[in-house]
């Protein structure tokens, strides 16, 4: 009779052990937050035409995108760079771009970003990549593409 008692007590400690250190596990089940999500709903030479892809050099065009990062947003970054082939021996135009990073969205989840863009005066016409980059907190990262095409006023 002793013994069995021995033996129920060792079974129960072996329990008590195996619960207490089940227990005691580092469960962390939480998943980092997804990438940030980036769409590009306008580009254009004003909100007449607000998708027509165009901009007048020395004018101005306006670009509208959505940003939902779950992980907060850290930094947005624009670039605008020419595409193909670009004449810069005319003495008239010159090689036009943009590279702007905004922090004035840092901390939110989600945004309507706004913005109205200028062309240089002496921008030269032709096809401009546009490349929208949205960094969370996380280090996470997504991008939109578009194509924009710089003409004469």
Known sequence: ?????????????????????????DNDDTQPPAKPEVTILELGSSHDNPNDNMASVGGEFHMEAEIVAEGKIDI?????????????????????????????????????????????????????????????MEGNQSSAEAELQIVEN
């Open 1 to 25: 009779m002793m013994k069995m008692m021995k033996m129920r007590g060792l079974m129960l400690l072996m329990v008590f052990t195996a619960v207490l250190f089940t227990a005691c596990e």
């Open 76 to 136: 947005v970054q624009l670039i605008v760079h020419p595409e193909g082939e670009h004449d810069h021996e005319d003495g008239e135009h010159e090689e036009w771009e943009i590279d702007t990073t905004y922090t004035k969205f840092s901390g939110l989840k989600n945004t309507l970003f706004h913005e109205h863009l200028h062309v240089g005066g002496s921008a030269e016409p032709g096809d401009y990549h546009v490349d929208f980059i949205v960094t969370d």
